[in-house]
């Protein structure tokens, strides 16, 4: 059995939030990621942009153009 992740390790960086897909492509990470975007505080979106850079590079991508932004920065998802 493996220790947890330490309380700063970000949600999108557990191979089961990552792996896992809904409608094929949106991944419960990238789920995670939206919902703290769209909370708009300061502390929101340095979660959710610590939670993005533990996405893989393609994923990455792939979540830029789900969201329709060029950069993390510019995403404002609504829920």
């Known amino acids: 059995m493996t220790a947890p992740p330490p309380p700063h ?4 960086g557990l191979p ?11 991944s419960l990470a990238w789920a995670a990621i ?4 769209s909370a708009e505080t300061p502390h929101a ?5 610590a939670a993005f850079a533990a996405l ?15 950069r993390i920065e510019d995403a404002h998802p609504r829920l």
Do not use: N
């Open 34 to 37: 939206i919902g703290v975007l």
């Open 16 to 26: 089961a939030l990552r792996g896992d897909r809904m409608f094929r492509l949106v």
């Open 9 to 12: 390790f970000p949600l999108s």
């Open 56 to 70: 893989d590079a393609a994923d990455q991508v792939d979540f830029l153009a789900y969201v329709k932004a060029e």
């Open 45 to 49: 979106r340095r979660i959710a942009y």
